[in-house]
């Protein structure tokens, strides 16, 4: 099924010279460019060669491709990362200067790309960076709350004293709720709970930590896990977690994509993979379900590590992360003209 969807990466010359035509919305202009921002960064896990995912990706040609759909890209590149020689652990809490320092940097660049009224696209890179790149999109909501739809089959909720591992990619959620306590050295630009708990759902969730369970209750956030993708369908599951984060449907939505949400036969070259994930038609529902309400303001596709799978594996991975890239930013199955979001005021 991947390959035959992919192909519509090849067909996208077949799209109405429409697309590329001014429009308008009852409220104005409508945003037609999205800016890509290249985060090839590993430091928030152990695991070699996620760093290089965004390279495969840019590889399969997205930024054509999402030329190609009607969208002006300005492409950012890819950031450089800063690494610290003296970096010590804070207790378990691996690279905190390095990944916070990372993440400050993706923040700024995001922001900065928001502030213009783009819609913007983060590649990865590890799960860490989204700490940078959702703080910068609740920034840019100008006082409008943000709703958040992070799709992974993680929580990425742990905290200081709860986190096992101390791998930070599995920690980012904490600070943007404020479930994060510590003045943990590296993270002092983070404005803590800039993200309102009731503001952001899971999808796709199957391997919680003891810790983050009990934060996830403590903070009352709505999560819908594969039990509830299974009970109810991923239409029903959608149209909930829209109902839960933004029920008047006003909000400006950040969606952020791991991978490894995927079940492993679908996207096997990510660096945790769980079984029992998302179908490929189930994660590009996603994508496409929020795509349609017009709101969504900026995306993160993160974990594709071509170093963990043979050549087919990491390309497969590589091409259906911009597959969703592409769903996210107004593909469907049956070509059409893209329906393009209006402008931040």
């Known amino acids: 099924t991947w390959d035959l969807f992919c192909t519509n990466a090849n067909n996208l010359d077949t799209m109405s010279a429409q697309a590329r035509k001014k429009q308008k919305t009852d409220d104005g202009e409508v945003c037609k460019t999205v800016s890509v921002v290249g985060c090839p960064f590993s430091g928030g896990q152990p695991k ?15 930024v054509k491709q999402l030329s190609k759909l009607g969208w002006t890209v300005e492409d950012c590149g890819d950031l450089y990362f800063r690494t610290f020689e003296n970096d010590p652990p804070y207790g378990v809490v691996k690279r905190p200067r390095y990944v916070g320092g990372a993440c400050k940097q993706v923040y700024e660049t995001c922001l900065a790309e928001a502030k213009k ?55 980012p959620m904490a600070w943007l709720v404020g479930a994060e306590k ?18 952001l759902v899971y999808i796709g969730l199957r391997d ?26 991923i239409g029903k599951v959608v149209d909930l977690a829209l109902d839960h984060v933004n029920p008047k449907r006003n ?45 969504v303001r900026a995306i993160d596709i993160v974990e594709v590590n071509p170093n963990l799978g043979n050549t087919h594996q990491s390309e497969q991975t590589a091409q259906i992360g911009c597959s969703l890239a592409r769903a996210s930013l107004g593909e469907t199955l049956v070509l059409k003209e893209v329906k393009f979001p209006p402008k931040r005021r």
């Open 117 to 171: 009224g783009n819609v913007v696209l983060t590649l990865g890179g590890d799960h860490s960076i989204g700490l940078g790149t959702v703080a910068a999109s609740a920034r840019a909501a100008t006082g409008d709350d943000l709703a958040v739809v992070w799709v992974d089959a993680h929580a990425d909720i742990n905290n200081s004293e709860t986190t096992d591992s101390g791998n930070i990619h599995g920690m």
């Open 251 to 295: 909000k400006p939505i950040h969606l952020s994509f791991d991978v490894d949400a995927m079940d492993p036969d679908i996207c096997p070259a990510t660096g945790t993979p769980v079984r029992g994930g998302l179908t490929f038609r189930e994660g590009h529902y996603i994508c496409e379900a929020l795509w349609e309400t017009g709101l």
């Open 208 to 233: 919680i930590d003891m810790g983050e369970r009990t934060i996830l209750a403590e903070y009352g956030i709505k999560v819908f896990s594969m039990y509830e993708v299974d009970k109810y369908g």
């Open 182 to 199: 510590k003045d943990v050295p590296g993270f002092e630009w983070v404005s803590k709970g800039c993200v309102k708990p009731e503001n």
């Open 48 to 62: 070699g060669g996620v760093d290089l995912g965004v390279e495969h990706m840019r590889g399969q040609g997205l």
